[in-house]
T-cell receptor, first 109, second 115 residues
Framework: GEDVEQSLFLSVREGDSSVINCTYTDSSSTYLYWYKQEPGAGLQLLTYIFSNMDMKQDQRLTVLLNKKDKHLSLRIADTQTGDSAIYFCAENTGNQFYFGTGTSLTVIP | KAGVTQTPRYLIKTRGQQVTLSCSPISGHRSVSWYQQTPGQGLQFLFEYFSETQRNKGNFPGRFSGRQFSNSRSEMNVSTLELGDSALYLC??????????????FGPGTRLTVL
């Protein structure tokens, strides 16, 4: 659970789709999460997916889970400037929550 | 339902001093976890308390300690502050803490600056 990996930076144009990727480590993790952190703030839970699902859609957010490859992604449709933030994926191994390094998303107007 | 609250929001201390941070979880939540967030190290797990007992602990020196009260409110204490302790300290609450179906909700954090 300790090496949840994410790319550090992503830059997209306003209106485009953003895809943030994450590789987690524990195949027994039951829930996987996406959090958003705006400057100077705590982490806000965006969405989560249960490990027996492949996909979950919530308005502009789509979470895809490839359990075989332990790969999780978050797609943000029609990205807006207000989506600029750091996005963290996390896994719950049942013993502890492990967070990725965070991906800083910059939306260019 | 009120969210997770942390006090104070900002704190400035000098090296060698000690500091106490407070966290009030969401009503009904029994687990409180603490994290240290720094630009270089990301989000690092400090410890988790459940029903007044420390249930999990990260890799931090003994200068970092915590406790939880019967109303689930938690405090963390850092003694003999060092410059490297400057960070955003985040508290997260969840209903059960480490259950596989549990979810953590975060407070706004306490920004600690050590001079």
């Amino acid at each position: 659970g300790e090496d949840v990996e994410q790319s550090l930076f992503l830059s997209v144009r306003e209106g485009d789709s953003s895809v943030i990727n994450c590789t987690y480590t524990d195949s027994s993790s039951t829930y996987l999460y996406w959090y958003k952190q705006e400057p100077g703030a705590g982490l806000q839970l965006l969405t989560y997916i249960f490990s027996n699902m492949d996909m979950k859609q919530d308005q502009r957010l789509t979470v895809l889970l490839n359990k075989k490859d332990k790969h999780l992604s978050l797609r943000i449709a029609d990205t807006q400037t207000g989506d600029s933030a750091i996005y963290f994926c996390a896994e719950n191994t049942g013993n502890q929550f492990y967070f990725g390094t965070g991906t800083s998303l910059t939306v260019i107007p | 339902k009120a969210g997770v609250t942390q006090t104070p929001r900002y704190l400035i201390k000098t090296r060698g001093q000690q500091v106490t941070l407070s966290c009030s979880p969401i009503s009904g939540h029994r687990s409180v976890s603490w994290y240290q967030q720094t630009p270089g190290q990301g989000l690092q797990f400090l410890f988790e308390y459940f029903s007044e007992t420390q249930r999990n602990k990260g890799n931090f020196p003994g200068r970092f300690s915590g406790r939880q009260f019967s109303n689930s409110r938690s405090e963390m204490n850092v003694s003999t502050l060092e410059l490297g302790d400057s960070a955003l300290y985040l508290c997260a609450s969840s209903a059960q803490g480490t259950g596989l179906t549990d979810t953590q909700y975060f407070g706004p954090g306490t920004r600690l600056t050590v001079l």
